[in-house]
């Protein structure tokens, strides 16, 4: 096993899938505050589509979006449209459904929905729909048809590119360099046993910036890229990683 307390940390910390490392980007702001209209009655319902490349952080954000809605005493329900039978069939033993296994997805959800007022419904994944392709297809004929016998909710569907020119558009970006800094340093904190240390440490913000720009702004890709780089540089007890030269 590798050991990484060369670096005063426990453990690899860009293994680890944690939403305690999310780091709070304007589209979480816009989705926050949607859904606080929604609970306040401000705006009876929503429909917002979340888009962004591969690794931009799409179920992050829904997942962060489900814990502040059940945090705030909303009924949220996430679904993942790339196994929707699965997801469905474990689910539907959830006393917020309380529906028959082979229920009618968007009656279960409808009815669950309007039952318990104010919900949310978390679609991910609809670029890779089992449901219905393509995603126009998708967006109108599942999206659009549970909306529109909603009585009051939010729903939020991900997916790479939205071509429903009636739904709004929420679009995660690349990120700034200062925006991949601050999840690096979030990231080490959670696994650093020892504080006296740059909080970046073994990485300078100068490498950070320059892997940040080679991946171009992909969370996702510079968490790969650092998980690789900090195991290669702790098995060749490398101290300082200082460009994407060394190691």
Known sequence: MTDYRLFGLWKNP???HSLDAHLERNV????????DEIKSGKREKAVISLCGFDGYGKTETLRILEANANRGGINALFLDACNITTTMAG???RPFLKQKKDANIEKAIV???NKHKPSVLLFDNLHDSELV???SSVATSVVNSIFDKLDSGMIVFSCSESHAPDIPVVELPPLTDEEAILIVGQRLALLRYS???DPLYPFSRSFIRELNRAVGGNPGILLERLDDIL???AEKKIPCIADLKNP
């Open 14 to 16: 860009f293994t680890l």
């Open 28 to 35: 979480d702001i816009k989705l926050a505050a949607a859904l």
């Open 91 to 93: 689910i539907v033993k």
């Open 111 to 113: 009815s669950a929905m």
């Open 133 to 135: 392709t393509p995603l």
């Open 195 to 197: 504080q006296n240390i």
């Open 231 to 233: 195991k290669e540089a």
